[in-house]
């Protein structure tokens, strides 16, 4: 199955500081990546849409000046936690389009990454 | 906005089937049930969708009702690893394919 890798898996780092989480497609390209912002207890929030060659359309309420979205390839999409404060403290999950042969059809899946742990102190 | 209702809470004894349940009394013609499971501290994990018809494949089976507005994810033998949350969520067809995630229900096999 299509495999989609986040690095690193967690990371811990000083308040005002810069963070970049990489979310990488190993095994198909995705011209679609997604990110995900998840708070202990709580289900998966979705930031924003990266599409390749393009800006990320970001979800309301979440600060596109803040968290930086880069697709530069079909196969990795990169978010930048800028000037990370405490509150930023999260489990950040990626996930990847790709097009798949089914039964009948093909069609659009999404894979997830496996999650970046984020602290910050 | 998540656009389903589930229980936030089952408990299902190893070795038996067990039922998830999901009400989308608002899902649209053109809208899939998707079901994902997240194990504690992991990224979700596909499991099965569907449209109309009733699905199965190796790790599930997917009941849709014929009014469309609920639907039950069956695993069938669960296990100790199926302990996890489950997410059921409805995603159109025609669109930039964002999930947006309800709160789930949380499984827990017992043994």
């Known amino acids: 199955g299509a495999v989609v890798s986040q690095h690193p898996s967690w990371v811990i780092c000083k308040s005002g500081t810069s963070v970049k989480i990489e979310c990488r497609s190993l095994?198909?390209?995705?011209?679609?990546m997604f990110w995900y912002r998840q708070f202990p207890k709580q289900s998966l929030m979705l930031m924003a849409t990266?599409?390749?060659?393009?800006?990320?359309?970001?979800e309301q309420g979440v600060e596109k000046d803040k968290f930086l979205i880069n697709h530069a390839s079909l196969t990795l999409s990169t978010l930048t936690v800028t000037s990370a404060h405490p509150e930023d403290s999260s489990f950040y999950i990626c996930?990847?389009?790709?097009?798949?042969?089914?039964?009948?059809?093909?069609?659009?899946?999404?894979?997830f990454g496996p999650g970046t742990r984020l602290t910050v102190l | 906005d998540a656009k389903t209702t589930q229980p936030p809470s089952m408990d299902c004894a190893e070795g038996r089937a067990a039922n998830l349940p999901c009400n989308h009394s608002?899902?649209?013609?053109?809208?899939?049930v998707y079901w994902y499971r997240q194990i504690h501290s992991q990224g979700p994990q596909y499991i099965i969708h569907?449209?109309?018809n009733n699905e199965t494949n190796e790790m599930a089976s997917l009941i849709i009702t014929e009014d469309r507005k609920s639907s039950t994810l069956i695993l069938p033998h669960a296990t100790l690893r199926d302990t996890a949350v489950y997410y059921c969520?409805?995603?159109?067809?025609?669109?930039?394919?964002?999930?947006?995630f309800g709160t789930g229900t949380s499984l827990t096999v017992i043994p």
């Open positions: 996930s990847a389009r790709a097009l798949l042969a089914g039964r009948k059809s093909s069609y659009n899946e999404q894979f």
């Open positions: 095994d198909f390209q995705a011209t679609t």
């Open positions: 990266s599409n390749e060659g393009s800006k990320a359309t970001y």
């Open positions: 608002t899902i649209s013609g053109n809208e899939y």
């Open positions: 569907g449209l109309k």
């Open positions: 969520i409805v995603r159109p067809t025609n669109t930039g394919n964002q999930f947006y």
